[in-house]
């Protein structure tokens, strides 16, 4: 180091925490006539006094004061962490004596000196660099130490590498009781609307017929247990009892959201998005949203909404993980550590959601993550497949099969069906971003009118005005997951669909076409309520309907007409034409339009398809969709979201363009204020 580094000014700021407020302590500053030991005392002598003003406030200095998402975003909500005054002082001393580099000397200070970081602020963005200088230096620090202290030290160093694999069995296992949870309550809420079991008021009406034979004798709907004899006075009973069912559902959703957890509404993935990116949102992921999310979905989806609980599943997931990490101070401490976490258990809610693990981790590369090292590619998939075995052990369909709407199936396609394939492709991606766009002008306008003061009443009467329009027709009562799973069923001996019959097949066309027409509009209104849920499955039922109306319409030509050129692939004594594929191109193509992915829908529809040899039309059908969607705009429903509520959310893909001159972005030295070395004091 020459003489002019020796004489130059070293300057020291020190946030120190007094009465709750951080205050900017002054600089430390030298004359040029003293030489390089004066500063490293007077360095020294300023840490050592603030440290003693940290001990007389009622702080221990070794502590240091760093952020956590907390249930109440309270300023006194801080964990401490061990820091070591003696690495600072070896820094220092090292920089004196003109060994290390000058770097080494700011990453002390910022690990372990007065420039450390001080509680991160709600609404605020985390500094990565001081996040991952502060996890490299606490990981060179456990090394050094496990190698003075021998296989003590190895079984320390050991421990502290296992902590984020507890948090993610952990994460794992909870979400795939929670899921199961989750389902079968759903699954009983919709069935009570329309009656009970006799053998066990518990049951909903799959466990309840789990043994029966075609006719359920042990399921009673409302009118047969009030004995009423009149066809029209029983229906009319019906209708009532599920409309009331249904605003009492909704309403008890909407009011444990806004009473309790507001950052439970909606599906939460374009916040998760915003908090990856480095977005702090404090009870965003704490323990009381967990708990209300787990309870409002299920209402939300009972009330008969035109919504879903897979989408959900990703913001519980990571409000688990959130929660299991606040057991260990080094996962607490440290945002970049919790932001991994999040991204792999991100993997284990789409994991039970769709039954999905590959999906999952691919849905947090693809959607969701930022920052995705690849350690977290591995960590992804470990989370996704303990919550996939858990939910497989737990068998909550009691059929093996881990989402009620797996199929599988036993036919091929023929290579002049990839036509039509594109066709449903183009359609969905018109429809999808028509959805897209007519959400978010819901949302924008329900934001700027009279509306956002009555959250309550806005849920209670469009579940009012969706079970008064749904309930005449079949396919719209149903709920989301039933009918996604008898349209992507093949036809066989027992329809209870009524959906193979070829007597019915002209109506069945027109009404499936109608659902799509109608669920549009009333997804659009009922994803900005403030209850939680999702559109994932209300995009694939709606995608899923075109599909089996498309293919129910190849099918009848194919039949009336099948010697026509097309159609010479066709054998005659087999089945050419299975609607029950289109439906599950019509649902990945529209779930694609409607947020943007691609991989992550192939890969999803195969595992709950079971079938490798319907991916192509399924990636046909995805690219077209995305393809037609993206004409229109590149932003998929997330990010429209995060756009609507102007979150500080920086997309990876998004190009910025600057039309102008350089000197144009600087500030010009005649409007800058300087200030001096000396003399000087920042308050």
């Known amino acids: 180091m020459d003489a002019s580094d020796e004489d130059s000014v070293l300057k020291h700021r020190v946030l120190e925490m007094d009465g709750g407020e951080n205050v900017w302590e002054e600089e430390v500053s030298a004359s040029s006539n003293r030489d390089q030991s004066g500063y490293v005392n007077e360095a020294e002598q300023r840490a050592e006094s603030s440290a003693a003003r940290n001990s007389s406030n009622g702080?221990?200095?070794?502590?240091?004061?760093?952020?956590?998402?907390?249930?109440?975003?309270?300023?006194?909500?801080?964990?401490?962490?061990?820091?070591?005054?003696?690495?600072?002082?070896?820094?220092?001393?090292?920089?004196?004596?003109?060994?290390?580099?000058?770097?080494?000397?700011?990453?002390?200070?910022?690990?372990?000196?007065?420039?450390?970081?001080?509680?991160?602020?709600?609404?605020?963005?985390?500094?990565?660099?001081?996040?991952?200088?502060?996890?490299?230096?606490?990981?060179?620090?456990?090394?050094?130490?496990?190698?003075?202290?021998?296989?003590?030290?190895?079984?320390?160093?050991?421990?502290?590498?296992?902590?984020?694999?507890?948090?993610?069995?952990?994460?794992?296992?909870?979400?795939?009781?929670?899921?199961?949870?989750?389902?079968?309550?759903?699954?009983?809420?919709?069935?009570?609307?329309?009656?009970?079991?006799?053998?066990?008021?518990?049951?909903?009406?799959?466990?309840?017929c789990l043994h029966g034979d075609t006719v359920c004798v042990d399921w009673v709907t409302w009118s047969e247990h009030l004995h009423v004899r009149w066809r029209w006075l029983a229906w009319l009973l019906q209708y009532s009892?599920?409309?009331?069912?249904?605003?009492?559902?909704?309403?008890?959703?909407?009011?444990?959201?806004?009473?309790?957890?507001?950052?439970?509404?909606?599906?939460?993935?374009?916040?998760?998005?915003?908090?990856?990116?480095?977005?702090?949102?404090?009870?965003?992921?704490?323990?009381?949203?967990?708990?209300?999310?787990?309870?409002?979905?299920?209402?939300?989806?009972?009330?008969?909404?035109?919504?879903?609980?897979?989408?959900?599943?990703?913001?519980?997931?990571?409000?688990?993980?959130?929660?299991?990490?606040?057991?260990?101070?080094?996962?607490?401490?440290?945002?970049?550590?919790?932001?991994?976490?999040?991204?792999?258990?991100?993997?284990?809610?789409?994991s039970v959601a769709f039954g999905s693990p590959i999906a999952g981790v691919l849905f947090s590369l693809e959607q969701v993550s930022y920052y995705f090292p690849a350690k977290t590619m591995w960590r992804s998939l470990f989370c996704a497949t303990v919550a996939a075995m858990t939910l497989k052990l737990l068998n909550p369909f009691r059929n093996g099969k881990l989402v009620s709407f797996q199929v599988t199936y036993d036919r091929t396609w023929d290579l002049f069906e990839l036509w039509f394939f594109v066709a449903i492709g183009v359609v969905c991606g018109v429809i999808g971003m028509a959805q897209n766009r007519l959400a978010l002008l819901l949302m924008r306008y329900r934001q700027r009118s009279a509306l956002k003061n009555l959250p309550r009443g806005e849920a209670v009467v469009v579940a009012l005005v969706t079970a008064a329009i749904c309930y005449p027709s079949v396919f719209l009562r149903a709920d989301a997951v039933t009918l996604v799973s008898n349209l992507f069923t093949e036809c066989a001996a027992?329809?209870?669909?009524?959906?193979?019959?070829?007597?019915?097949?002209?109506?069945?066309?027109?009404?499936?076409?109608?659902?799509?027409?109608?669920?549009?509009?009333?997804?659009?209104?009922?994803?900005?309520?403030?209850?939680?849920?999702?559109?994932?499955?209300?995009?694939?039922?709606?995608?899923?309907?075109?599909?089996?109306?498309f293919g129910m319409v190849v099918q009848t030509l194919y039949e009336q007409h099948p010697t026509w050129r097309i159609f010479a692939a066709c054998k005659p004594d087999v089945p050419c034409i299975t609607p029950g594929v289109y439906a599950l191109v019509g649902a990945a193509a529209m779930l694609s339009s409607t947020t943007r992915m691609t991989v992550t829908v192939v890969v999803m529809m195969f595992e709950l398809s079971d079938a490798l040899i319907y991916v192509l039309p399924i990636m046909l059908a995805v690219t077209v969709s995305k393809a037609v969607a993206d004409a229109f705009g590149t932003d998929g429903y997330f990010e429209g979201i995060i756009r609507l509520n102007g979150y500080p959310f920086l997309s990876v893909e998004s190009e910025e363009v600057f039309h102008g001159t350089s000197d144009e972005l600087m500030t010009r030295a005649s409007q800058m204020a300087v200030v001096s070395a000396t003399e000087e004091t920042l308050g």
Not at 78 to 100: C, W
Not at 125 to 140: G, Q, V
Not at 300 to 320: D, N, P, Q
């Open 59 to 208: 702080f221990d200095s070794d502590l240091e004061d760093v952020a956590h998402f907390d249930d109440f975003g309270s300023v006194r909500s801080i964990y401490p962490l061990r820091r070591m005054r003696s690495s600072q002082e070896a820094l220092i001393s090292q920089h004196a004596s003109g060994s290390g580099s000058d770097m080494d000397v700011i990453t002390g200070w910022l690990y372990n000196g007065p420039l450390q970081r001080a509680k991160y602020e709600d609404f605020s963005t985390i500094d990565w660099i001081y996040d991952n200088t502060k996890a490299r230096h606490y990981k060179s620090d456990l090394r050094a130490r496990a190698r003075a202290k021998g296989w003590v030290g190895r079984i320390e160093l050991l421990a502290d590498s296992c902590k984020s694999w507890v948090v993610l069995l952990a994460v794992g296992m909870t979400m795939g009781l929670l899921a199961t949870c989750i389902s079968v309550s759903a699954q009983w809420l919709i069935d009570i609307k329309n009656g009970h079991c006799r053998t066990g008021f518990y049951l909903n009406r799959r466990f309840c």
């Open 241 to 350: 009892v599920h409309m009331f069912a249904g605003i009492l559902f909704a309403g008890i959703s909407t009011y444990l959201v806004t009473e309790y957890a507001p950052y439970a509404a909606g599906q939460g993935i374009a916040e998760i998005k915003t908090i990856m990116s480095g977005f702090m949102m404090r009870r965003f992921l704490g323990l009381r949203t967990l708990g209300i999310k787990c309870v409002g979905v299920v209402l939300a989806v009972a009330s008969g909404l035109s919504l879903g609980k897979e989408g959900t599943m990703v913001h519980v997931a990571c409000c688990c993980s959130n929660v299991y990490a606040r057991a260990f101070g080094r996962i607490r401490g440290s945002e970049v550590k919790r932001r991994e976490l999040l991204s792999a258990a991100s993997a284990a809610g789409i």
């Open 494 to 549: 027992q329809d209870d669909a009524g959906l193979c019959s070829r007597a019915d097949r002209a109506s069945n066309v027109v009404a499936l076409t109608l659902t799509s027409a109608l669920r549009v509009p009333l997804t659009c209104l009922a994803v900005g309520l403030a209850v939680p849920a999702g559109m994932f499955l209300p995009s694939m039922a709606t995608g899923a309907s075109l599909g089996r109306a």
